[in-house]
């Protein structure tokens, strides 16, 4: 969702700011734009509808700003259709403004503004932000103007400003959406995340919720939201140039489903101590884990499916309950939580919108909270009472894959742990689970080996409108995710049902040729998975089957199979490997129907508004 960037320092603005732009591509966007204080001291906006390929068209012809202090953005539309006009930066009086975020009070701020005769171009909530900062400037004083606009706004903002009379400054502040500043060498950056300047310097300071920050010639200065100075500590990111990175693949998510079998081995070496895994160093104990009653997992999109894995392995090898709740219902439903419930937030991100709310609530009404997050430096991360960082390393292709892996990967690992400290397994079990877990990695690689029978299998579905997943316990949790990911990046309609459950109505959308992907990798219900197969074939349905090598499927019932060779971990594990054939059957569909797998139409990666 809508990408920020900003920059002052001695390069060519404009050459930073479309490359933190590229850089932030990823989050979804349908225009983009940039503002430039020229020699002159005016500032030169270039702005359009679409993507990257047509800003820098449009720099062609309009020319190119030449500067040293720039804001620049990548809009998800919210307010308004994409347009040139609707993209941002928007300008109104001595002001000039980049925003990510929803401002809910935008209608009365509007009429107020109205009444004072401004004037507004487009249908965005966010040009009234420009306008009342105009209003507020006066002495020539912005921090001002900008403490006094805060007062005002509601809602979520992370804002990029640049005020004409101050042509080598670049302010920002933020609520509720990401913003980071990157400190460099006689230059500063602010942007939504810390690939978008990784290039230029590993330094950075997290802008916290109400903080405003400065960025001129002597550096970055930082204020609370009454515009008094605070001081930040600077940190240094982990993650290196290359990650951030295609490195040869023809797409991020390609890559990403490569990387799996390392970030899945180097996000468990970072959990289990001495054979075992060990959470005593975020402060989750045996002692606190043994007063848990009941376990909420929240999250969205494909984090909630892993979710959906989480539960099936802690209630099957901690017999403690586990309620999978999607964020954006769970903040919303009064939901009954409070003191001796764990709550666990997982997040790619870690600033989801809905999630970070369904933290704060848990933490409101007294429940412990445990984020799995694979941005330390995301606000679920800081928010939360403990948190397990995931070590996926940066995702760029919006439809997640590898922080799947490791969210679960981690979830499996707490399972382990939860039925040690409350005595359901002993500590040689304790080991022998963690042992099968670190097989897994060789099994996702398998898996990936057989990318071109995957690539075979989306070649069958070159046509299809219509398909189905069906699975049973955790390969309907697989069937979820495998349908996602290929709804996400193909466009091709898809559901994913519990196979017992399709015939409970679904079942009458099967006709000739429909395709069914199956989900068939749990030894103990395969025959009732069969059932299944054998009830939507008998309509005519085209089965494809994915299940553990050698599994025999009786007559004509699978029209084509693709079987996984698991080695011997327990079932409960499969669905790792699993994921990436499901992952790589939607990538190459994706790229078979001629679409962008790593920015598909509509989403965006990090949904900071509900
Ligand atoms: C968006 C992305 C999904 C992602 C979901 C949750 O919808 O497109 O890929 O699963 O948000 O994101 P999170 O960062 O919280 O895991």
Known sequence: MCGIVGYLGRRDCTDVLMDGLEKLEYRGYDSAGIAVFEENNSIKTVKTRGKLTAMKEKLTVEGKPLGHCGIGHTRWATHGEPSDVNSHPHSNGRVTIVHNGIIENYAELKEFLTDKGYKFLSQTDSEVVACLLDYYYSERNPLRAITETLKELRGSYALGILFKDFPDRVYAARRGSPLIVGVGEDESFIESDIPAFLKYTKNYAILEDDEIVCLDNNGEHFFDVHGTPIQKEIQTAEWDVEQAQKCGYPHFML???????????????????????????????????????????VACGTAMHAGIVGRYAIEKLARLPVTVEIASEFRYMDPIVGEGDLVIVVSQSGETADTKAGLELAKTRGAKTLAIVNVKYSAIAREADMCINTLAGPEIAVASTKAYSVQIASL???????????????????????A?????????????DQSSQCQFIASQLINTETLFFIGRGFDYALSLEGSLKLKEI???HSEAYAA????HGTISLIEQNIPVITVATQKHILEKTI???????????????????????????????????????????????????????????????GNDPDKPRNLAKSVTTE
């Open 255 to 297: 890559k990403e489903i490569h990387e799996q079998p390392e970030v899945v081995k180097k996000t468990i070496d970072s959990i289990v101590k001495d054979g075992v895994p060990d959470f005593s160093g975020i402060g989750l104990t045996d002692d606190m884990i043994r007063g848990f009653h009941r376990v909420f997992i």
């Open 490 to 492: 193909t466009y091709i």
């Open 436 to 448: 099968q877990l670190y097989k897994t990695p060789k099994a996702i690689q398998d898996a990936i």
């Open 412 to 434: 499996y690992l707490l399972a382990f742990r939860f039925a040690y400290a409350r005595g359901i397994i002993l500590e040689d079990e304790l080991k022998r689970l963690t």
């Open 531 to 593: 059932s299944n197969m054998e009830e939507v074939k008998a309509r005519g349905a085209y089965i494809i089957a994915l299940c553990r090598k050698g599994t025999a499927f009786a007559g004509k019932t699978v029209d084509l199979k693709l079987e996984l060779d698991f080695g011997d971990i327990d079932d409960m594990f499969v669905p790792l490997p699993t994921v990436c054939a499901l992952q790589l059957i939607a990538y190459y569909s994706s790229v078979l129907r």
């Open 500 to 503: 017992g459950e399709l015939k």
